[in-house]
């Protein structure tokens, strides 16, 4: 089935640094990928979505210089946490929408990567 | 798309069937229902979705009501790990993102 990828599955950093974390479709090319972010025991929530070659639409209320979106590739978005700060810590997934051959055109989620600011 | 609305917790016995409803009653005619789970720590899984007829998978059923104001995941032999929240989402296939509501938290015990 299809594949999306997280690297790294978890990052701890020091306050004021920043922080990438990558997305990969391994199946299928993704037009579109998304990131979510979740705190303990809540639900996702989506920040952005982005479309290949294009600048990322932020939901309203998420900081467009702070998540830094890029998805330059069909198979590749980054997101970046810049100057993070322990408010930022949280369980960050991606999800890309693509067709795998022969299959349904859907969307896919990553396993996600745990972001710790200290 | 279209708001969801799902008991926020739920327990079930290993080995009986896990039947988790949702309330969807602001559906539009192009709205698919879809239901992804999400076991602790990992990202979201999807299980099934479906117009207005019943389907049935490997994981699981999804039933609709002919109004396609509501609907029921099934799931048939519960098991420990099936423990997980269950998100119940309506959206286009074409639909542009995925919005997440609370979900049930299922609880499958031994």
């Known amino acids: 089935g299809a594949v999306v990828s997280q690297h790294p599955s978890w990052v701890i950093c020091k306050s004021g640094t920043s922080v990438k974390i990558e997305c990969r479709s391994l199946?299928?090319?993704?037009?579109?990928m998304f990131w979510y972010r979740q705190f303990p025991k809540q639900s996702l929530m989506l920040m952005a979505t982005?479309?290949?070659?294009?600048?990322?639409?932020?939901e309203q209320g998420v900081e467009k210089d702070k998540f830094l979106i890029n998805h330059a590739s069909l198979t590749l978005s980054t997101l970046t946490v810049t100057s993070a700060h322990p408010e930022d810590s949280s369980f960050y997934i991606c999800?890309?929408?693509?067709?795998?051959?022969?299959?349904?055109?859907?969307?896919?989620f990553g396993p996600g990567t745990r972001l710790t600011v200290t | 798309d279209a708001k969801t609305t799902q008991p926020p917790s739920m327990d079930c016995a290993e080995g009986r069937a896990a039947n988790l409803p949702c309330n969807h009653s602001t559906i539009s005619g192009n709205e698919y229902v879809y239901w992804y789970r999400q076991i602790h720590s990992q990202g979201p899984q999807y299980i099934i979705h479906g117009l207005k007829n019943n389907e049935t998978n490997e994981m699981a059923s999804l039933i609709i009501t002919e109004d396609r104001k509501s609907s029921t995941l099934i799931l048939p032999h519960a098991t420990l790990r099936d423990t997980a929240v269950y998100y119940c989402?309506?959206?286009?296939?074409?639909?542009?993102?995925?919005?997440f509501g609370a979900g049930t938290r299922l609880f499958v015990k031994a």
């Open positions: 989402i309506v959206r286009n296939t074409g639909g542009f993102k995925t919005i």
């Open positions: 999800s890309a929408r693509g067709e795998l051959a022969g299959g349904p055109y859907e969307q896919y």
């Open positions: 199946d299928f090319q993704a037009t579109t």
């Open positions: 982005s479309n290949e070659g294009s600048k990322a639409t932020y």
